[in-house]
Each structure stands twice: as C-alpha cells, then as structure tokens.
C-alpha cells in the first residue's frame, strides 16, 4: 500500500517567495494533519482537516500561512511571503478515524529559506 | 495547554542492554502513542495504548499507559544498532481537538 506522498522532499528558496508543499494522504483515510518539525520546538500540529473540512487551524503561526484540501486525495500547505524563521521540515499524517488514532507520516519536506 | 514531558533526551547504550523512556503530562491522557523516526523519514508508529493500566508489547518493544492516566513508559529490550533513532511520545484527550508530541529521545546504540 502506498503510504502518505509529500512533495517536493526539499526546497531552498529565498525570502519572500511564495512556498507551496503538497500532500497526498493513504487512500481512505478521513483525516489530514499538517506538522512543522524544528530542534527548538519538536513537532507542532499546524492544522488538520476531516473530510477535506478544515476543523482546527490554531497552529498554524500566522497569516502567511494557508492550507487547502480540494479533495481527499490531495493537500497544499502554502507560505506566502516565506521567511527564513519558516526553515523547518513540514511532515503531512493521515489517519483513518481521528486526532487521537495512530496517524501515518510522510517523509517530510525539508525547507529552507535563505 | 497541556505540556508532554518525555525523557531523557538522549541515551548512549551498548547493543544488547534494555532502554526504558517515559513520558509526563500534569493532565490526563486518554490514548497514548510510541512513534520512532529514524533520519530523513517521518515518524512511524510502534504501539498505540488507550486504557489507563494497558500494557502493550511489540516484539522487543513495550510500552505501558499509567494507571493516573498523566504518563506512559517504552521499553527496548536486547537493543541492536538498527534500534537507533528518535522516539517519541504522543497523547490526546478524548473530545480535545489536540495531538501533543514530547521532545523525543535520541537513542545511540553502540555496537
């Protein structure tokens, strides 16, 4: 089975150019978690959707930030303007039926900003 | 919010000897979760608990969710250099829209 698919695996860009990381979670899954992984803050949950419905955004940082699910199959997390302090890796989880149920992981987007 | 304490950050061992983590939470948990990542790749779950008491074993792996509810153990028996990697604790409360990681702990296995 295939498992959760991020993209790109990195990205290096320059300060204020607009980001976008891509999602495709396991197939059948209702739930769809955005995490940003840094060494000062560990693992934080940005977001998360239930049926392509977002349903808790408080933490995401600030404004800059926007997520998206068209469909079940696929998800955008977007920073626009990005900034260096954005430099972390970005994991996409999936689960089949809720926040406290065993969620399956990308292999995460390594960003920097520069 | 509620704040998951997971320690030690780090432990050096031998191959063959036993690894014991835990994690600490001043609230009650109602599902604890045991995910190692190893470099480059996301986090994959090991053992998922949800009674308070629950003891769970995964091959050399076991993991146990406190009878107060607040905290959690993971233990590796025989450790093996493929052992190496961050473990993490996870827990949420039921009807609480929130999924809390600890820090990790980085385990190196000497071989």
């Known amino acids: 089975d295939a498992g959760v698919i991020q993209s790109p695996r990195h990205e290096v860009t320059e300060m204020g150019q607009e980001v976008t990381l891509r999602c495709k979670p396991i197939s059948g899954h209702d739930y769809l978690f955005w995490y940003r992984q840094t060494m000062m803050r560990g693992l934080e949950l940005l977001i998360y959707?239930?049926?392509?419905?977002?349903?808790?955004d408080s933490g995401m940082p600030e404004d800059r930030f926007s997520a998206k699910m068209p469909n079940a199959s696929f998800s955008t997390l977007k920073i626009q303007p990005s900034e260096p302090r954005d430099s972390a890796v970005y994991f996409c989880?999936?689960?089949?039926?809720?926040?406290?149920?065993?969620?399956?992981f990308g292999d995460g987007t390594r960003l920097s900003i520069l | 919010g509620q704040q998951l304490n997971q320690s030690p950050q780090s432990m050096f061992i031998q191959e063959g000897e036993d690894v014991s983590m835990n994690c600490t939470s001043s609230?009650?948990?109602?599902?604890w979760l045991w995910y190692k990542q190893d470099p480059g790749e996301g986090p994959v779950l090991l053992i998922a608990?949800?009674?308070?008491?629950e003891l769970t074993s995964n091959g050399r792996l076991t993991a146990q969710f406190g009878i107060t509810r607040k905290d959690s153990f993971l233990n590796i028996s025989a450790s093996i250099p493929s052992d190496v990697g961050i473990y993490f604790c996870?827990?949420?409360?039921?009807?609480?829209?929130?999924?809390?990681f600890g820090a990790g702990t980085r385990l190196t296995v000497k071989p």
């Open positions: 608990l949800y009674k308070a008491g």
């Open positions: 996870a827990g949420s409360r039921y009807n609480n829209n929130d999924m809390r």
């Open positions: 609230s009650i948990f109602n599902t």
């Open positions: 959707f239930n049926n392509n419905v977002p349903i808790d």
């Open positions: 989880a999936s689960s089949r039926t809720g926040l406290n149920q065993p969620q399956h």
